[in-house]
């Protein structure tokens, strides 16, 4: 079948190459590489970036881009903690309803403009960041919440699969990296059997066609964004988790990488392409390098160039094979004399 | 029995009367071709149609019942199906998916499951008789195969009534003859056919009846039995006009361009040619003879890779567009929507935009009051229609469009200009002052003229000398009284029966 023939040329296969590879030379170079207890922080540590990826995968397919999730995810933290702390008696599970229902309205928000106006969406959300942002602070006047209800710790605190190290320190996969891999097969889900997430792909692939069989466009341009903001809002809760404190600017300014990872994961940002396996790849081979780079000592001032390399090599690879292409099109059938 | 009518419908968009009480009827099983120029309606009609824009007034009705809410579902349920010239797949998603997902959310299906259909999929590619993998992408695809996936979604969908629109502009021959076969079998199965296209010989291959529209209105509809092509032509334009030959005398033996030898890997091989003052040198192929492509390397678009090309008798090099414009070199691209024009901007600026290092003020910037006379000018030599030279390229009809990209490259005065098919997609009215304003030029200023076209009248109209191009070679050369539909016909119909033994 002509999608098995494909396999050599996919961005999964060659991620997953990637990652291969890294994790051999790594484990050369440092032992401490391949425990057990070195990959469940990694991925704990990366779990809220996969987790906003998500989102950002759902808008990238659509073929948008939304660079407020970050905003979105801070203000709601702010908000749910600031409102169980002072107004509500909350719980774990309040605190997601919340966060969800908040995150979604204020991506619903960025839908509804971008939709409606047929505006760029990347001008949207940098006014709406700014914004979300902006209003936070002002209210907040930027003060930090140093504690925090109890109940926030325990998301991250609580593990599956524990092992005890001799010196008795425990580790085991975070239940917060659980939600992050639950919620990766319900995107997965979503986008490969229902006709809403078949419809993500219409739209990003040819909107002016989607049109015209049918689709949607306002209602699934709404749920994109709506959804982005929702799981903005998941990831808010699940960073607090793991933080433990709520600082206002630890979130803001990741969106840039989240994009690159999601990219990176064979998304196009013309639209119409990309897979959650290729984005959880991208993700981990992100998680791989940083984890690598302290592990070998070296400056993590070198973290950037690392990325942005990766990102320009990646985007480069797929150039290079498309104008391939375009030249050996056999154009004529030029008759020998 | 009708299977739609359409009953006094009109369409006024800001201003401009699209439709004027227009009735049409299409019936069960026929094929019914719809002609007019750019701009007459046909487009809007289409649209109504398919339920994408509303009518402003009249009356549809679908098998006997009259229809009042109507939106692009509601033409689909009414198995109301079109291939859009554009054709409207996703490239990015399999054949099956395409060939599905109209109709799974035209059902308002909420699971998308693959395996339950798959089947159908397969039957229906069958009926089709076309060897395509279900599995492969869309965007993949050949531009004929994408068709036929097209056509496939449109029978998973029970169409009934099926429009085409303008489908066979990027086709080859033998992909024009296989869709015509699949055309004339849907026909057989009862299924109504609305078939587009501006080639009139197509229409009277195909088509059961002909509707004409001008201007918004229905001025015809009448059995293909009781027309011909030239009673078409005049139906569309009110009166014969077009395609009397038209050549003047006044060639130099002086040369303006000379070619040899020149070849391009996987393109053309060993062309040689000169051309002469004055001239109008025509080049007519088939699809993929490599006509385009050597167009393109003269113009350094994609360069050749050997050969030498003398310009006024210096050998220069063509590596880029820049090194062709410095050489005097013009290019008329077919596709002019893409490759000619910059089409947010204003008519002014477009014809202005090649000659802008000419129109500067002493120290060197741009004077724009040149430009506004060299706009004004040129939208009155070439009586292109518009009140405001500051008007948006997009705004304008196909020809109007196609002149402005003739005058930013006349407005160079070059030595040479490539016309690749300048009237593909433009109204027959149009055309004829295109080549009223070449000849003129060619005559007056001296530039010579290539002239590639698919329509072989077009060719034998106005060219002093023919080259008929094959396999990437030059086949023959025509000169003279040599130059008949006739003997060019022959030439290209003796090339698409050898191809069809080669392909046996």
């Known amino acids: 079948m002509k999608a098995r023939s494909n396999l050599l040329k996919s961005r999964e296969f060659l991620l997953g190459i990637t990652i291969v590879i890294l994790l051999v030379v790594n484990s050369l170079l440092a032992p401490s590489f391949l425990t057990y207890t070195n990959i469940v922080n990694l991925l704990k540590s990366f779990t809220v970036l996969g987790i906003f ?66 505006m760029p969406a990347i001008i949207i959300t940098i006014a709406t960041q700014n914004l979300f ?55 997965a889900l979503l986008l490969k059997f229902t ?17 015209r069989i049918g689709v949607n466009g306002r209602r699934t341009t709404m749920f994109v964004y709506g959804t982005m903001g929702a799981i903005a809002g998941i990831g808010g809760i699940v960073h607090v988790s793991i933080v433990q404190t709520v600082i206002p600017n630890s979130i803001v300014g990741q969106e840039l990488q989240v994009i690159a990872a999601v990219i990176l994961g064979g998304a196009s940002i013309t639209g119409g392409k990309g897979s959650v396996l290729g984005t959880f790849l991208g993700v981990l081979l992100f998680a791989i390098l940083s984890n690598s780079l302290t592990l070998l000592q070296i400056s993590s001032y070198w973290y950037n160039v690392f990325t942005g390399s990766i990102i320009l090599v990646s985007v480069l690879l797929n150039a290079v094979q498309e104008l391939q292409q375009q030249k050996q099109k056999i154009r004529v059938r030029v008759e020998n004399a | ?47 109504i149609l398919a339920g994408v824009l509303p009518a402003d007034g009249g009356e549809i009705t679908i098998e006997g019942k009259k229809i009042t809410s109507y939106g692009p579902l509601t033409g689909i349920r009414h198995g109301i199906s079109v291939i859009y010239q554009d054709i409207s797949l996703f490239p990015n998603l399999t054949v099956m998916e395409n060939i599905l997902l109209g109709r799974v959310l035209e059902q308002n299906r909420k699971i998308f499951s693959r395996k339950q259909f798959e089947q159908r999929v397969v039957n229906i590619l069958d009926e089709l008789g076309v060897d395509i993998n279900h599995h492969e992408l869309v965007g993949e695809l050949p531009i004929a195969q994408q068709q036929l996936v097209a056509i496939a979604r449109a029978l998973n969908n029970d169409s009934k009534l099926l429009i085409l629109d303008e489908p066979t502009t990027a086709l080859t021959r033998q992909e024009i003859n296989q869709l015509f076969r699949l055309v004339n079998n849907l026909k057989d199965l009862g299924i109504a056919i609305i078939f587009i296209s501006h080639k009139l010989d197509e229409i009277a291959e195909l088509c059961d009846t002909v509707s004409i529209l001008r201007d918004g209105e229905m001025v015809a509809s009448k059995l293909m039995s009781e027309l011909t092509i030239n009673k078409i032509e005049n139906f569309m334009v009110g009166k014969s006009m077009i395609h009397t030959r038209n050549i003047h005398a006044h060639v130099s033996p002086e040369q303006v361009m000379e070619i040899t030898n020149l070849t391009k890997k996987n393109n053309f091989a060993d062309i040689s040619f ?103 000018k040129w939208i009155e030599d070439m009586a292109i229609k518009t009140d405001d030279k500051e008007k948006i390229a997009r705004t304008l009809s196909g020809g109007n469009q196609q002149k402005i990209v003739l005058a930013k490259w006349l407005a160079m005065d070059p030595k040479v200009l490539i016309l690749d098919g300048p009237t593909v997609g433009i109204d027959v009215g149009a055309k004829a002052g295109i080549f009223i304003t070449i000849n003129e030029m060619a005559k007056n200023s001296g530039m010579g003229v290539i002239l590639i076209s698919d329509e072989i009248r077009e060719i034998t109209s106005h060219c002093h000398r023919v080259l008929i191009m094959k396999n990437g070679r030059i086949a023959r050369e025509l000169v003279g009284e040599e130059i008949t539909d006739m003997a060019i016909q022959r030439d290209l119909d003796e090339q698409k029966r050898v191809m069809a033994q080669d392909l046996k």
């Open chain 1, 53 to 118: 990826s998500l989102g950002v995968l759902l808008v990238v397919i659509s073929g948008g881009v939304d660079v407020s999730f970050t905003a979105i995810a801070q203000v709601v933290q702010y908000a749910v903690v600031y409102l169980f702390l002072n107004n509500i008696q909350g719980n774990i599970f309040l605190s997601f309803v919340l966060a969800i229902v908040m995150g979604a309205l204020l991506g619903f928000l960025n839908g509804y403009l971008i939709h409606r106006y047929k």
């Open chain 1, 133 to 187: 942002y902006g209003l936070m602070y002002v209210i907040t006047e930027g003060q930090l919440l140093y504690i925090i209800p109890e109940y926030f710790w325990k998301i991250s605190n609580t593990m599956l699969f524990k092992q005890y190290a001799a010196n008795g320190a425990v580790s085991g996969i975070s239940m917060t990296t659980v939600i992050w891999l639950v919620l990766s097969i319900i995107i």
């Open chain 1, 195 to 211: 006709v809403l997430g078949r419809s993500i792909y219409m739209m990003g692939g040819n909107p002016v066609a989607a049109q």
């Open chain 2, 1 to 47: 029995m009708d299977f739609i009518t359409i009953q006094h419908a009109s369409k006024r968009f800001s201003g401009v009367q699209a439709l004027k009480d227009v009735t049409f009827k299409v019936k069960q099983g026929e094929i019914h071709g719809l002609v007019g120029e750019n701009g007459s309606g046909k487009s809007t009609l289409i649209k």
């Open chain 2, 274 to 376: 000169s051309l002469q003052r004055g001239e109008v040198l025509g080049v007519i192929g088939l699809l993929g003879s490599g006509r385009t492509e050597l167009a393109s390397a003269l113009f350094g678009t994609a360069p050749a890779d050997s050969g030498q090309i003398k310009i006024s008798g210096e050998p220069v090099t063509i590596k880029s567009v820049q090194d062709a414009v410095k050489h005097g070199i013009a290019y008329v691209p077919e596709d002019r929507l893409t490759q000619g024009l910059v089409m947010n901007k204003s008519i002014k600026l477009n014809i202005a935009i090649a000659t802008l290092d000419q129109s500067t003020t002493s120290i060197g910037l741009v004077d724009t009051e040149k430009i506004d006379a060299m706009a004004e």
